[in-house]
């Protein structure tokens, strides 16, 4: 990072989706950047998908006291997919960090996760695009656990994707390889897979889950397991289809390979009601 004493890392951005997550939201925003003193990022954006509860309020209450974070409002719930892409489109680092609003990843990882990338980035093989994290000491319900082992197992059988949680909120991604992807809801579920069918490494790292400091949880265990089971057939379609050739394997010579493209991208404001 040129600011953050990483090479692999130019900038980073860090991303929280949350619906109607009052009680925790203003803990964690502290949390990212108590966190985060050392290696700051280009800024803190909270996309609120359609909260009815005093999320926003609490949001707003934080706006001047940390000039780096930043808030993006949905007119209403598009799900916690449509969230994050709406902060990747408006961020302005080159990484992206996805945290979960619900207080359950630790912040403090983050910085563990990009000295991962770092560390692990070698000239020999193909790019890591991301660092996925799985949870160990899941604080859940047995039935919730042993649904998602279940539906993890079955999707990395499936697409191969060597992942066993790509239901963990907390990543760091390459921001033009997320936006490359397809858009639909339950995206959020199949990062992984989709890094992995453009080319790119992933790495995993494992961290521990934390108790809910409030709120409630958006699904249910049925919920997810029909529409997963619809989204995982589409994925699985789409990787049969997937042509894209590994990084490695393609070279481009000529004078526009050394030009930088100019950043065209409008810096959002940091305050919003």
């Not at 209450?61 to 007119?75: E, F, V, W």
């Not at 790509?166 to 990062?191: D, E, T, W, Y």
């Not at 699904?219 to 029909?226: D, G, K, Q």
Request: with cysteine.
């Amino acid at each position: 990072m040129e600011n953050n004493g990483f090479k692999a890392i130019s900038s980073f951005s860090i991303v929280v989706p949350v619906h109607n997550e009052s009680e925790s939201i203003g803990p964690l925003i502290e949390e990212i950047f108590l966190a985060l003193k050392k290696y700051p990022p280009l800024e803190v954006l909270i996309v609120d998908d359609g909260s009815t509860d005093d999320t926003v309020a609490e949001i707003n209450s934080l706006l001047p006291k940390y000039p780096a974070l930043g808030l993006i409002s949905h007119s209403q719930c598009f799900g916690q997919s449509a969230g994050i892409v709406t902060g990747a489109r408006e961020a302005q680092g080159d990484w992206l960090v996805f945290c979960d609003g619900d207080g359950q990843n630790n912040p403090a990882y983050i910085p563990l996760m990009l000295e991962a990338l770092a560390s692990n980035s070698t000239s020999n093989q193909p790019d890591i695009m991301l660092i996925n994290c799985a949870r160990t000491n899941r604080k859940s319900s047995r039935l919730k656990i042993a649904c998602s082992y279940c539906a993890n197992l079955i999707r990395r059988l499936v697409l191969h994707d060597g992942c066993t949680d790509s239901g963990c909120g907390l990543k760091l991604v390459n921001r033009k390889v997320f936006l490359a992807m397809p858009q639909f809801k339950g995206l959020h579920r199949f990062i992984p897979a989709l890094v992995v069918m453009q080319g790119y490494r992933i790495l995993e790292m494992e961290i521990t889950d934390r108790n809910r400091t409030g709120g409630t949880s958006k699904y249910t265990n049925t919920s997810r397991a029909i529409v997963g089971i619809f989204d995982l057939a589409g994925v699985y379609w789409l990787s049969k289809r997937c042509s894209t050739p590994n990084p490695q394997n393609t070279v481009r010579i000529d004078s526009l390979a050394t030009r930088k493209p100019e950043n065209t991208r409008k810096k959002i404001g940091s305050r919003q009601s």
